[in-house]
């Protein structure tokens, strides 16, 4: 999927869930990642397809909206090795 289309889906559950861009980086910093940090203007370049949207921000937007990251990104599937996250192309 693109940028642009992963955005669109991040601001569906977004919207689903009545949630500002604010109130979504707040439940974000609330589940207490130490690894991701996102605030409200990095949240809406990412919905405009702007900026990227790494695996971990990922999991932690569709972990706070409730949702599978595979809702947000049907092409996401999770890598784990010894370098940490990665995020790869299903095949």
Do not use: C
Request: net charge positive; hydrophobic share 40%; aromatic share 4%.
């Amino acid at each position: 999927m693109t940028r642009k289309q992963i955005g669109a889906r991040i601001r569906k559950a977004r919207l689903a869930e009545g949630l500002t861009h604010l109130e979504l980086s707040h439940r974000i910093r609330d589940l207490g990642l130490s690894y991701v940090n996102v605030d409200p203007s990095k949240l809406s370049r990412m919905e405009n397809g702007q900026s990227p949207t790494p695996f971990p921000v990922l999991a932690a937007i569709a972990r706070a909206l409730g949702v599978a990251v595979t809702d947000l990104d049907p092409d996401a599937v999770v890598d784990l090795t010894k370098s940490g996250w990665r995020r790869r192309r299903r095949r």
